[in-house]
């Protein structure tokens, strides 16, 4: 992959606040952001790869 590529950047830069999103949206709610912050750290390494993986088997 190259890094300089400005698709990839751009998902980056949409994809890190969507990381932090929800657990801002439950702290700002007052509850504990513990499962949130588990959830989101869990998945969204997953989505990120599963979006580079398709990104990817497009180009070819």
């Known amino acids: 992959m190259d890094l300089s590529d400005l698709q990839f950047w751009?998902?980056?830069a949409a994809a890190i606040p969507g990381l932090f999103l929800p657990v801002i949206?439950?702290?700002w709610?007052?509850?504990p952001i513990g499962p949130i912050a588990c959830l989101s750290l869990v998945f969204w390494p997953g989505a990120l790869i599963l979006a580079l993986k398709l990104r990817r088997a497009r180009d070819l």
């Open 25 to 27: 949206i439950v702290w």
């Open 29 to 31: 709610k007052g509850r």
């Open 10 to 12: 751009a998902l980056l």
